[in-house]
Protein backbone atom coordinates (compact mmCIF):
# COMPACT_ATOMS: atom_id res chain seq x y z
CA UNK A 1 0.00 0.00 0.00
CA UNK A 2 1.87 3.23 -1.11
CA UNK A 3 2.35 5.72 1.50
CA UNK A 4 3.16 9.37 2.18
CA UNK A 5 6.94 9.11 1.96
CA UNK A 6 5.99 7.33 -1.77
CA UNK A 7 4.83 10.81 -2.30
CA UNK A 8 6.11 13.45 -0.27
CA UNK A 9 9.97 12.84 -0.38
CA UNK A 10 11.95 15.17 1.44
CA UNK A 11 13.29 17.05 -1.57
CA UNK A 12 9.16 17.78 -2.59
CA UNK A 13 9.08 19.04 0.75
CA UNK A 14 12.22 21.23 0.35
CA UNK A 15 11.17 22.69 -3.36
CA UNK A 16 7.90 23.38 -1.96
CA UNK A 17 9.15 25.29 1.11
CA UNK A 18 11.74 26.93 -1.08
CA UNK A 19 11.32 27.44 -4.46
CA UNK A 20 13.46 28.02 -6.86
CA UNK A 21 13.45 30.35 -9.45
CA UNK A 22 10.75 32.63 -8.36
CA UNK A 23 9.36 35.91 -9.55
CA UNK A 24 8.51 37.41 -12.84
CA UNK A 25 10.31 38.28 -16.00
CA UNK A 26 9.49 41.49 -18.24
CA UNK A 27 7.55 40.51 -21.21
CA UNK A 28 8.82 41.24 -23.81
CA UNK A 29 11.27 40.00 -24.35
CA UNK A 30 10.13 36.70 -21.96
CA UNK A 31 7.39 34.79 -22.89
CA UNK A 32 4.08 34.75 -20.43
CA UNK A 33 2.38 31.30 -19.56
CA UNK A 34 -0.60 30.15 -17.29
CA UNK A 35 -1.77 26.91 -16.32
CA UNK A 36 -4.38 25.59 -14.41
CA UNK A 37 -5.61 22.24 -12.98
CA UNK A 38 -9.33 22.97 -13.36
CA UNK A 39 -9.71 20.03 -10.91
CA UNK A 40 -8.23 21.34 -7.68
CA UNK A 41 -7.23 25.17 -8.40
CA UNK A 42 -3.31 24.61 -8.63
CA UNK A 43 -1.99 27.16 -11.13
CA UNK A 44 1.55 27.76 -12.77
CA UNK A 45 2.73 30.98 -13.81
CA UNK A 46 6.19 30.88 -16.14
CA UNK A 47 7.96 33.39 -17.87
CA UNK A 48 10.46 31.84 -20.54
CA UNK A 49 13.13 33.62 -22.38
CA UNK A 50 14.11 31.84 -25.28
CA UNK A 51 17.54 33.49 -26.88
CA UNK A 52 18.00 31.60 -29.85
CA UNK A 53 17.80 28.23 -29.07
CA UNK A 54 18.35 28.44 -25.62
CA UNK A 55 16.22 28.55 -22.68
CA UNK A 56 18.27 31.37 -21.18
CA UNK A 57 15.99 32.52 -18.46
CA UNK A 58 12.96 31.13 -16.66
CA UNK A 59 11.29 32.29 -13.51
CA UNK A 60 8.03 30.45 -12.14
CA UNK A 61 5.22 31.72 -9.82
CA UNK A 62 1.59 30.55 -9.05
CA UNK A 63 -0.26 28.41 -6.41
CA UNK A 64 -1.33 25.09 -5.23
CA UNK A 65 -0.42 21.94 -3.85
CA UNK A 66 3.01 20.88 -2.81
CA UNK A 67 3.10 18.40 -5.50
CA UNK A 68 2.71 20.92 -8.28
CA UNK A 69 4.43 23.69 -6.85
CA UNK A 70 7.64 21.61 -6.19
CA UNK A 71 7.26 20.32 -9.74
CA UNK A 72 7.33 23.47 -10.76
CA UNK A 73 10.00 24.50 -8.99
CA UNK A 74 12.02 21.69 -10.29
CA UNK A 75 11.24 21.70 -13.74
CA UNK A 76 12.81 25.52 -13.29
CA UNK A 77 15.76 24.50 -12.15
CA UNK A 78 16.20 21.37 -14.72
CA UNK A 79 15.64 23.62 -17.56
CA UNK A 80 17.07 27.06 -16.63
CA UNK A 81 20.04 27.45 -18.97
CA UNK A 82 19.37 24.64 -21.13
CA UNK A 83 18.86 24.35 -25.25
CA UNK A 84 15.23 24.00 -26.15
CA UNK A 85 15.40 20.56 -27.68
CA UNK A 86 16.83 19.36 -23.97
CA UNK A 87 14.33 21.18 -22.64
CA UNK A 88 11.54 19.14 -24.37
CA UNK A 89 13.66 15.44 -23.99
CA UNK A 90 13.06 16.91 -20.31
CA UNK A 91 9.51 16.94 -20.96
CA UNK A 92 8.77 13.74 -23.02
CA UNK A 93 10.99 12.09 -20.10
CA UNK A 94 9.04 13.74 -17.31
CA UNK A 95 5.65 12.43 -19.00
CA UNK A 96 6.71 9.12 -19.85
CA UNK A 97 8.25 8.73 -15.65
CA UNK A 98 4.44 9.50 -14.47
CA UNK A 99 3.25 7.58 -17.53
CA UNK A 100 5.38 4.07 -17.74
CA UNK A 101 4.79 3.15 -13.66
CA UNK A 102 1.33 3.48 -14.49
CA UNK A 103 1.04 1.55 -17.07
CA UNK A 104 3.21 -0.95 -15.27
CA UNK A 105 0.77 -0.69 -12.17
CA UNK A 106 -2.03 -1.81 -14.56
CA UNK A 107 0.08 -4.48 -15.36
CA UNK A 108 0.00 -3.76 -19.44
CA UNK A 109 2.46 -5.00 -22.06
CA UNK A 110 5.86 -3.06 -22.35
CA UNK A 111 6.09 0.73 -22.34
CA UNK A 112 8.95 0.39 -24.86
CA UNK A 113 8.22 3.59 -26.74
CA UNK A 114 8.17 5.48 -23.52
CA UNK A 115 10.98 3.83 -22.58
CA UNK A 116 12.98 5.52 -25.43
CA UNK A 117 11.63 8.93 -23.77
CA UNK A 118 13.70 8.24 -20.70
CA UNK A 119 16.76 6.84 -22.45
CA UNK A 120 19.98 9.42 -21.99
CA UNK A 121 18.13 11.36 -20.22
CA UNK A 122 19.15 12.83 -16.47
CA UNK A 123 16.15 13.45 -14.84
CA UNK A 124 18.34 14.00 -11.57
CA UNK A 125 16.17 15.53 -8.76
CA UNK A 126 12.78 14.92 -10.70
CA UNK A 127 13.03 11.34 -10.06
CA UNK A 128 11.72 11.77 -6.33
CA UNK A 129 8.45 12.48 -8.42
CA UNK A 130 8.21 8.96 -9.67
CA UNK A 131 6.07 7.85 -6.10
CA UNK A 132 3.07 10.55 -7.65
CA UNK A 133 2.61 7.53 -9.80
CA UNK A 134 0.97 5.21 -6.94
CA UNK A 135 -1.67 7.87 -6.22
CA UNK A 136 -2.98 8.68 -9.73
CA UNK A 137 -5.41 11.52 -9.16
CA UNK A 138 -1.85 13.62 -8.38
CA UNK A 139 0.01 12.74 -11.88
CA UNK A 140 -2.29 16.01 -12.93
CA UNK A 141 -0.57 18.09 -10.15
CA UNK A 142 3.27 16.49 -11.19
CA UNK A 143 2.63 16.96 -14.58
CA UNK A 144 1.16 21.03 -14.88
CA UNK A 145 4.27 23.05 -14.98
CA UNK A 146 5.48 20.63 -17.90
CA UNK A 147 2.29 20.80 -19.71
CA UNK A 148 2.01 24.43 -18.97
CA UNK A 149 6.35 24.64 -20.29
CA UNK A 150 5.58 22.75 -23.28
CA UNK A 151 2.69 25.17 -24.20
CA UNK A 152 5.67 28.46 -23.75
CA UNK A 153 7.81 26.52 -25.78
CA UNK A 154 5.14 26.10 -28.56
CA UNK A 155 3.66 29.17 -28.58
CA UNK A 156 6.94 30.87 -28.84
CA UNK A 157 8.23 28.76 -31.56
CA UNK A 158 4.68 29.75 -33.66
CA UNK A 159 5.18 33.23 -33.19
CA UNK A 160 2.13 33.95 -31.22
CA UNK A 161 4.38 34.73 -28.30
CA UNK A 162 3.60 38.28 -27.29
CA UNK A 163 7.70 38.76 -26.67
CA UNK A 164 8.32 36.90 -30.33
CA UNK B 1 -38.77 13.60 17.88
CA UNK B 2 -36.91 10.33 18.11
CA UNK B 3 -33.03 10.84 18.41
CA UNK B 4 -30.96 9.89 15.57
CA UNK B 5 -28.99 6.46 16.54
CA UNK B 6 -26.13 6.46 14.71
CA UNK B 7 -24.73 3.42 15.65
CA UNK B 8 -27.75 1.91 13.87
CA UNK B 9 -28.32 3.62 11.06
CA UNK B 10 -24.27 3.03 10.29
CA UNK B 11 -25.28 -0.62 9.99
CA UNK B 12 -28.08 0.51 7.47
CA UNK B 13 -24.86 1.42 5.01
CA UNK B 14 -22.89 -1.72 3.70
CA UNK B 15 -20.27 0.32 2.53
CA UNK B 16 -19.46 1.29 5.71
CA UNK B 17 -18.22 -1.59 6.92
CA UNK B 18 -15.02 -1.06 4.39
CA UNK B 19 -11.37 -0.49 5.82
CA UNK B 20 -9.49 1.14 3.47
CA UNK B 21 -5.42 1.11 3.98
CA UNK B 22 -6.55 -1.31 6.73
CA UNK B 23 -8.67 1.56 8.53
CA UNK B 24 -12.39 2.24 9.28
CA UNK B 25 -13.77 3.80 6.55
CA UNK B 26 -14.92 7.38 7.85
CA UNK B 27 -16.92 9.19 5.21
CA UNK B 28 -17.19 12.98 5.33
CA UNK B 29 -18.27 13.97 1.88
CA UNK B 30 -22.19 13.94 1.95
CA UNK B 31 -22.31 17.52 0.78
CA UNK B 32 -20.38 15.44 -2.81
CA UNK B 33 -22.44 12.65 -3.01
CA UNK B 34 -24.22 10.33 0.10
CA UNK B 35 -24.03 6.96 0.99
CA UNK B 36 -26.58 4.60 0.26
CA UNK B 37 -28.56 2.68 2.76
CA UNK B 38 -30.02 -0.97 2.33
CA UNK B 39 -33.45 -0.43 1.32
CA UNK B 40 -32.75 2.10 -1.37
CA UNK B 41 -30.33 -0.26 -2.75
CA UNK B 42 -32.97 -3.06 -2.08
CA UNK B 43 -35.70 -1.37 -3.58
CA UNK B 44 -33.73 -0.50 -6.97
CA UNK B 45 -32.51 -4.04 -7.18
CA UNK B 46 -36.41 -5.63 -6.69
CA UNK B 47 -37.19 -3.26 -9.73
CA UNK B 48 -34.62 -5.10 -11.76
CA UNK B 49 -35.66 -8.41 -10.35
CA UNK B 50 -39.12 -8.37 -10.06
CA UNK B 51 -40.73 -5.54 -12.33
CA UNK B 52 -38.51 -4.27 -14.78
CA UNK B 53 -40.49 -2.88 -17.88
CA UNK B 54 -40.67 0.43 -19.45
CA UNK B 55 -43.53 3.14 -17.74
CA UNK B 56 -46.83 4.16 -19.25
CA UNK B 57 -46.39 1.67 -22.12
CA UNK B 58 -47.64 -1.31 -21.39
CA UNK B 59 -51.08 -2.75 -20.21
CA UNK B 60 -49.08 -5.85 -19.01
CA UNK B 61 -49.00 -6.80 -15.23
CA UNK B 62 -45.64 -5.90 -14.58
CA UNK B 63 -45.30 -2.81 -16.55
CA UNK B 64 -48.17 -1.87 -14.23
CA UNK B 65 -46.16 -2.49 -11.51
CA UNK B 66 -43.18 -0.65 -13.40
CA UNK B 67 -45.65 2.36 -13.57
CA UNK B 68 -47.45 2.56 -10.52
CA UNK B 69 -43.98 2.56 -8.26
CA UNK B 70 -42.69 5.14 -10.61
CA UNK B 71 -45.41 7.33 -9.85
CA UNK B 72 -45.88 6.56 -6.59
CA UNK B 73 -42.08 7.63 -5.95
CA UNK B 74 -42.79 10.81 -7.36
CA UNK B 75 -45.39 11.24 -5.11
CA UNK B 76 -44.02 10.72 -2.05
CA UNK B 77 -41.22 13.25 -3.58
CA UNK B 78 -43.77 16.03 -3.81
CA UNK B 79 -45.13 15.17 -0.16
CA UNK B 80 -41.55 15.18 1.01
CA UNK B 81 -41.20 18.91 0.02
CA UNK B 82 -45.16 20.01 0.52
CA UNK B 83 -45.47 20.63 -3.79
CA UNK B 84 -49.51 21.24 -3.52
CA UNK B 85 -49.71 17.90 -6.29
CA UNK B 86 -46.86 15.27 -7.57
CA UNK B 87 -47.60 16.67 -10.82
CA UNK B 88 -45.39 19.71 -9.74
CA UNK B 89 -42.42 17.31 -9.24
CA UNK B 90 -40.73 17.05 -13.00
CA UNK B 91 -37.77 14.15 -12.55
CA UNK B 92 -34.17 15.21 -14.47
CA UNK B 93 -31.10 13.65 -13.76
CA UNK B 94 -29.92 15.83 -11.03
CA UNK B 95 -30.23 19.40 -9.94
CA UNK B 96 -27.88 20.90 -12.64
CA UNK B 97 -30.40 19.81 -15.05
CA UNK B 98 -33.22 20.83 -13.41
CA UNK B 99 -31.69 24.67 -13.31
CA UNK B 100 -31.19 24.00 -17.09
CA UNK B 101 -34.57 23.23 -17.59
CA UNK B 102 -35.85 26.10 -16.20
CA UNK B 103 -33.24 28.35 -18.05
CA UNK B 104 -34.17 26.56 -21.78
CA UNK B 105 -37.78 26.10 -21.04
CA UNK B 106 -38.82 28.94 -19.03
CA UNK B 107 -36.66 31.53 -19.24
CA UNK B 108 -35.79 32.00 -22.75
CA UNK B 109 -39.52 32.16 -23.27
CA UNK B 110 -40.12 34.91 -20.71
CA UNK B 111 -36.60 37.14 -20.64
CA UNK B 112 -35.42 39.50 -22.73
CA UNK B 113 -32.13 41.43 -23.56
CA UNK B 114 -31.01 43.15 -20.79
CA UNK B 115 -33.45 41.65 -17.95
CA UNK B 116 -31.76 41.27 -14.68
CA UNK B 117 -31.25 38.05 -13.28
CA UNK B 118 -29.95 38.16 -9.69
CA UNK B 119 -27.41 35.25 -8.42
CA UNK B 120 -25.28 35.32 -5.27
CA UNK B 121 -21.41 35.18 -4.70
CA UNK B 122 -21.60 32.03 -2.90
CA UNK B 123 -23.53 30.31 -5.89
CA UNK B 124 -22.55 26.28 -6.51
CA UNK B 125 -21.93 26.29 -10.90
CA UNK B 126 -25.06 24.68 -11.35
CA UNK B 127 -26.76 27.78 -10.63
CA UNK B 128 -24.08 30.45 -12.45
CA UNK B 129 -23.12 28.72 -15.81
CA UNK B 130 -26.96 28.14 -16.96
CA UNK B 131 -27.26 31.67 -16.40
CA UNK B 132 -24.27 32.60 -17.85
CA UNK B 133 -25.03 30.92 -21.14
CA UNK B 134 -28.56 32.68 -21.36
CA UNK B 135 -25.92 36.46 -20.94
CA UNK B 136 -24.06 35.16 -23.44
CA UNK B 137 -27.10 34.09 -25.96
CA UNK B 138 -29.71 36.43 -24.62
CA UNK B 139 -28.12 39.50 -23.47
CA UNK B 140 -29.71 39.18 -19.81
CA UNK B 141 -28.04 41.22 -17.28
CA UNK B 142 -26.57 39.04 -14.36
CA UNK B 143 -26.41 40.94 -10.83
CA UNK B 144 -24.73 39.50 -7.90
CA UNK B 145 -25.95 39.18 -4.01
CA UNK B 146 -22.57 39.34 -2.23
CA UNK B 147 -21.35 38.11 1.02
CA UNK B 148 -21.11 39.38 4.49
CA UNK B 149 -17.71 39.12 6.53
CA UNK B 150 -19.94 36.36 8.68
CA UNK B 151 -20.01 34.32 5.17
CA UNK B 152 -23.84 35.08 5.00
CA UNK B 153 -25.64 37.09 2.16
CA UNK B 154 -25.59 40.84 2.50
CA UNK B 155 -28.80 41.56 2.32
CA UNK B 156 -28.39 45.25 2.50
CA UNK B 157 -28.62 46.21 -1.40
CA UNK B 158 -31.10 43.71 -2.23
CA UNK B 159 -34.09 46.21 -3.33
CA UNK B 160 -31.38 47.84 -5.56
CA UNK B 161 -30.48 44.34 -7.38
CA UNK B 162 -34.15 43.05 -7.74
CA UNK B 163 -35.54 46.12 -9.24
CA UNK B 164 -36.64 45.37 -12.38
CA UNK B 165 -34.72 41.88 -11.91
CA UNK B 166 -37.15 39.07 -13.25
CA UNK B 167 -35.29 36.33 -11.33
CA UNK B 168 -33.33 35.78 -8.04
CA UNK B 169 -31.63 32.26 -7.78
CA UNK B 170 -30.55 31.61 -4.51
CA UNK B 171 -29.04 28.55 -3.09
CA UNK B 172 -30.80 27.57 0.28
CA UNK B 173 -27.62 26.23 1.82
CA UNK B 174 -24.44 26.73 1.27
CA UNK B 175 -22.25 23.76 -0.38
CA UNK B 176 -18.99 25.26 0.68
CA UNK B 177 -19.69 27.68 3.52
CA UNK B 178 -22.78 25.66 4.90
CA UNK B 179 -24.60 28.65 5.24
CA UNK B 180 -28.81 28.25 5.02
CA UNK B 181 -30.40 31.25 3.79
CA UNK B 182 -33.87 32.05 4.78
CA UNK B 183 -35.59 31.65 1.39
CA UNK B 184 -39.47 33.00 2.54
CA UNK B 185 -38.24 36.90 3.40
CA UNK B 186 -36.17 36.36 -0.29
CA UNK B 187 -38.73 35.17 -2.04
CA UNK B 188 -41.22 38.08 -0.86
CA UNK B 189 -38.43 40.59 -1.79
CA UNK B 190 -38.42 39.30 -4.86
CA UNK B 191 -41.93 38.84 -5.52
CA UNK B 192 -42.81 42.40 -4.64
CA UNK B 193 -40.25 43.74 -7.34
CA UNK B 194 -41.96 41.17 -9.64
CA UNK B 195 -39.20 38.67 -9.88
CA UNK B 196 -39.40 35.00 -10.34
CA UNK B 197 -37.13 32.77 -7.57
CA UNK B 198 -35.18 29.80 -8.20
CA UNK B 199 -33.46 27.47 -5.22
CA UNK B 200 -30.99 25.39 -5.59
CA UNK B 201 -32.13 23.26 -2.76
CA UNK B 202 -29.49 20.38 -3.46
CA UNK B 203 -27.98 20.38 0.09
CA UNK B 204 -30.89 21.36 2.28
CA UNK B 205 -33.45 18.58 0.84
CA UNK B 206 -31.05 16.26 2.66
CA UNK B 207 -30.49 18.08 5.48
CA UNK B 208 -33.54 19.72 6.98
CA UNK B 209 -36.99 19.77 6.20
CA UNK B 210 -38.21 21.67 3.51
CA UNK B 211 -41.72 23.52 2.45
CA UNK B 212 -41.81 24.86 -0.91
CA UNK B 213 -45.09 26.32 -0.31
CA UNK B 214 -43.59 28.06 2.83
CA UNK B 215 -40.69 29.65 0.74
CA UNK B 216 -42.89 30.76 -1.23
CA UNK B 217 -40.61 30.07 -4.49
CA UNK B 218 -41.30 29.31 -7.45
CA UNK B 219 -38.99 26.87 -9.19
CA UNK B 220 -36.66 24.28 -6.71
CA UNK B 221 -33.81 21.78 -7.63
CA UNK B 222 -32.83 18.91 -5.69
CA UNK B 223 -30.68 15.83 -6.42
CA UNK B 224 -31.38 12.25 -4.98
CA UNK B 225 -27.79 11.22 -5.02
CA UNK B 226 -26.90 14.02 -2.00
CA UNK B 227 -29.62 12.08 -0.13
CA UNK B 228 -29.82 8.79 0.36
CA UNK B 229 -30.87 7.86 -3.17
CA UNK B 230 -28.97 7.46 -6.38
CA UNK B 231 -27.20 9.38 -8.85
CA UNK B 232 -29.16 9.93 -12.37
CA UNK B 233 -32.52 11.41 -10.83
CA UNK B 234 -33.24 14.78 -9.30
CA UNK B 235 -36.16 16.78 -8.98
CA UNK B 236 -37.08 19.84 -10.38
CA UNK B 237 -40.27 21.06 -8.47
CA UNK B 238 -42.55 23.88 -10.03
CA UNK B 239 -45.84 25.66 -9.53
CA UNK B 240 -48.20 24.30 -12.03
CA UNK B 241 -49.16 27.34 -13.41
CA UNK B 242 -46.07 28.01 -14.18
CA UNK B 243 -45.18 24.34 -15.77
CA UNK B 244 -48.30 24.43 -17.91
CA UNK B 245 -47.58 27.77 -19.46
CA UNK B 246 -44.00 26.11 -20.26
CA UNK B 247 -42.75 24.79 -23.75
CA UNK B 248 -41.20 22.01 -23.41
CA UNK B 249 -37.83 21.19 -22.92
CA UNK B 250 -36.70 18.11 -24.52
CA UNK B 251 -38.52 16.38 -27.72
CA UNK B 252 -39.10 12.78 -28.05
CA UNK B 253 -41.34 9.77 -26.38
CA UNK B 254 -43.52 10.45 -23.63
CA UNK B 255 -43.46 14.04 -23.80
CA UNK B 256 -46.20 14.45 -26.02
CA UNK B 257 -49.99 13.49 -26.21
CA UNK B 258 -49.82 13.44 -30.35
CA UNK B 259 -47.48 13.98 -33.11
CA UNK B 260 -48.56 14.29 -36.63
CA UNK B 261 -45.79 14.82 -39.78
CA UNK B 262 -46.83 17.79 -39.01
CA UNK B 263 -45.81 18.36 -35.68
CA UNK B 264 -46.90 17.94 -32.18
CA UNK B 265 -48.75 18.58 -29.15
CA UNK B 266 -46.95 17.72 -25.78
CA UNK B 267 -48.52 15.83 -22.68
CA UNK B 268 -49.65 17.72 -19.61
CA UNK B 269 -47.23 18.41 -16.65
CA UNK B 270 -45.57 16.21 -15.53
CA UNK B 271 -44.66 14.59 -18.51
CA UNK B 272 -44.80 17.27 -20.95
CA UNK B 273 -40.71 17.94 -19.08
CA UNK B 274 -39.99 14.14 -19.19
CA UNK B 275 -39.08 12.62 -22.89
CA UNK B 276 -37.70 9.70 -23.17
CA UNK B 277 -37.14 6.32 -20.82
CA UNK B 278 -36.57 7.69 -17.75
CA UNK B 279 -34.63 6.05 -15.06
CA UNK B 280 -37.33 4.10 -13.05
CA UNK B 281 -34.89 2.41 -10.71
CA UNK B 282 -33.43 5.56 -10.20
CA UNK B 283 -36.74 6.87 -9.57
CA UNK B 284 -38.06 4.00 -7.57
CA UNK B 285 -34.92 4.05 -5.47
CA UNK B 286 -35.07 8.08 -4.82
CA UNK B 287 -38.72 7.10 -3.45
CA UNK B 288 -37.20 4.65 -1.46
CA UNK B 289 -34.53 6.99 -0.16
CA UNK B 290 -37.52 9.46 0.94
CA UNK B 291 -38.79 6.87 3.00
CA UNK B 292 -35.71 6.34 4.89
CA UNK B 293 -35.52 9.86 5.99
CA UNK B 294 -38.76 10.54 5.96
CA UNK B 295 -38.82 7.67 8.89
CA UNK B 296 -35.78 9.31 10.61
CA UNK B 297 -37.45 12.48 10.23
CA UNK B 298 -35.87 14.96 9.32
CA UNK B 299 -36.56 17.35 12.45
CA UNK B 300 -34.52 14.71 13.58
CA UNK B 301 -32.12 14.77 11.31
CA UNK B 302 -31.64 18.45 11.21
CA UNK B 303 -31.21 18.13 15.44
CA UNK B 304 -28.36 15.15 14.70
CA UNK B 305 -26.62 17.21 12.57
CA UNK B 306 -26.64 20.89 14.48
CA UNK B 307 -25.41 19.26 17.56
CA UNK B 308 -22.07 17.10 15.30
CA UNK B 309 -21.30 20.14 13.73
CA UNK B 310 -21.54 21.97 16.63
CA UNK B 311 -18.97 19.46 18.19
CA UNK B 312 -16.49 19.60 15.30
CA UNK B 313 -16.39 23.22 15.58
CA UNK B 314 -15.35 23.25 18.99
CA UNK B 315 -12.73 20.35 18.32
CA UNK B 316 -11.28 22.23 15.46
CA UNK B 317 -11.00 25.75 17.30
CA UNK B 318 -9.67 24.27 20.31
CA UNK B 319 -7.22 22.06 18.92
CA UNK B 320 -5.61 24.42 16.27
CA UNK B 321 -7.05 27.54 17.18
CA UNK B 322 -5.90 30.21 14.51
CA UNK B 323 -4.02 28.02 12.72
CA UNK B 324 -7.04 26.90 11.11
CA UNK B 325 -9.41 29.37 9.41
CA UNK B 326 -12.85 27.86 8.67
CA UNK B 327 -14.88 29.65 6.10
CA UNK B 328 -18.24 29.77 7.11
CA UNK B 329 -20.20 30.89 9.96
CA UNK B 330 -19.32 29.38 13.46
CA UNK B 331 -23.32 29.60 14.29
CA UNK B 332 -24.83 26.26 13.84
CA UNK B 333 -27.97 27.89 14.22
CA UNK B 334 -27.51 29.22 10.78
CA UNK B 335 -25.39 26.94 9.04
CA UNK B 336 -25.33 22.88 8.06
CA UNK B 337 -23.15 20.49 8.26
CA UNK B 338 -20.23 21.21 5.69
CA UNK B 339 -17.48 22.96 6.94
CA UNK B 340 -14.54 23.87 4.64
CA UNK B 341 -11.34 25.42 6.28
CA UNK B 342 -7.58 25.63 5.56
CA UNK B 343 -4.46 25.13 7.66
CA UNK B 344 -2.05 28.54 7.08
CA UNK B 345 0.14 27.54 4.48
CA UNK B 346 -1.06 24.11 3.47
CA UNK B 347 -3.01 23.55 0.42
CA UNK B 348 -5.93 21.69 0.55
CA UNK B 349 -4.95 19.12 -1.78
CA UNK B 350 -2.20 18.05 0.58
CA UNK B 351 -4.62 18.11 3.68
CA UNK B 352 -7.16 16.14 1.75
CA UNK B 353 -3.92 13.29 1.23
CA UNK B 354 -2.53 12.92 4.54
CA UNK B 355 -6.02 12.41 6.18
CA UNK B 356 -7.00 10.14 3.62
CA UNK B 357 -3.98 7.82 5.16
CA UNK B 358 -6.33 7.80 7.68
CA UNK B 359 -9.47 6.33 5.79
CA UNK B 360 -10.89 9.96 5.87
CA UNK B 361 -12.85 11.29 3.03
CA UNK B 362 -13.11 14.72 2.50
CA UNK B 363 -13.17 16.86 -0.21
CA UNK B 364 -9.75 19.24 -1.41
CA UNK B 365 -10.67 21.98 -4.38
CA UNK B 366 -13.08 24.83 -5.34
CA UNK B 367 -16.18 22.80 -4.86
CA UNK B 368 -17.68 23.64 -8.28
CA UNK B 369 -17.71 27.19 -6.93
CA UNK B 370 -14.88 29.25 -8.54
CA UNK B 371 -16.23 32.91 -8.32
CA UNK B 372 -16.81 31.76 -4.36
CA UNK B 373 -13.24 30.76 -4.22
CA UNK B 374 -12.38 33.91 -5.83
CA UNK B 375 -14.25 35.85 -2.95
CA UNK B 376 -12.80 33.89 -0.04
CA UNK B 377 -9.79 34.98 -1.58
CA UNK B 378 -8.37 31.36 -2.21
CA UNK B 379 -7.83 28.74 -5.02
CA UNK B 380 -9.44 25.44 -3.09
CA UNK B 381 -10.76 24.93 0.12
CA UNK B 382 -11.11 21.19 2.39
CA UNK B 383 -14.05 20.49 2.94
CA UNK B 384 -15.72 18.02 5.91
CA UNK B 385 -19.43 17.57 5.59
CA UNK B 386 -21.62 15.05 7.66
CA UNK B 387 -25.13 13.26 7.32
CA UNK B 388 -27.52 10.98 9.08
CA UNK B 389 -24.23 8.34 9.49
CA UNK B 390 -21.79 10.23 11.12
CA UNK B 391 -20.72 10.94 14.80
CA UNK B 392 -18.17 11.92 17.05
CA UNK B 393 -15.91 9.35 17.07
CA UNK B 394 -16.04 10.44 13.05
CA UNK B 395 -14.85 13.90 14.16
CA UNK B 396 -12.62 13.23 16.51
CA UNK B 397 -10.52 10.65 13.91
CA UNK B 398 -10.32 13.72 11.35
CA UNK B 399 -8.85 16.45 14.45
CA UNK B 400 -6.84 13.61 15.08
CA UNK B 401 -5.87 13.20 11.43
CA UNK B 402 -5.28 17.07 10.87
CA UNK B 403 -2.87 17.30 13.60
CA UNK B 404 -1.09 14.67 11.46
CA UNK B 405 -1.47 16.48 8.22
CA UNK B 406 -0.24 19.83 10.29
CA UNK B 407 2.78 18.21 11.37
CA UNK B 408 3.62 16.53 8.61
CA UNK B 409 3.86 19.98 6.27
CA UNK B 410 5.08 21.90 9.51
CA UNK B 411 7.56 24.16 7.90
Same mark, same amino acid.
Given at each position: ?????????????????? +???????? &?? +?????????????????????????? &???????????????????????????? +? &????????????????????????????????????????????????????????????????????????????????? | ???????????????????????????????????????????????????????????????????????????? !????????????????????????????????????????????????????????????????????????????????????????????????????????? *?????????????????????????????? !????????????????????????????????????????????????????? !???????????????????????????????????????? *????????????????????????????????????????? @????????? !????? @????????????????????????????????????????????????????
Amino acid at each position: MPGLEDLYREIILDHYRA +PRNRGELP &VP +PAHKVEGFNPLCGDEVVLYLEVDGDT &VTDLKISGQGCSISQASTSMMSAAVKGK +P &VTEARRLIRAFKALMSIHESKLEGEGDGEDLSADLEGVRLGDLEALQGVVKFPVRIKCATLAWNTLQQGLDEFEAGTAPGA | MDRIDVSRIKADFPILEQRVHGKRLVYLDSAATSQKPLAVLDAMDHYYRECNANVHRGVYTIAERATQQFEAARAK !VARFVHAREAAEIIYVRNATEAVNLVAYSWARANLREGDPIVLTHMEHHANVVPWQMLAAERGVELRWLPLTDDYRLDLSGLDTLLDGAKLLAVSAMSNVLGTIN *EIRPLADAAHAAGAHVLVDACQAVPHLAVD !VQEWDADFVAFSAHKMCGPTGIGALWARRELLDAMPPFMGGGEMINQVTLEGF !VPNEVPWKFEAGTPAIAEAIGFGAAVDYLSDLGMDAVRAH *ERELTGYALERLGTTFGERLRIYGPLDVNVRGGAISFLFEG @IHAHDISQV !VDEEA @ICVRAGHHCAKPLMKVLGVPATTRASFYVYNDEADVDALVAALERAERFFAF
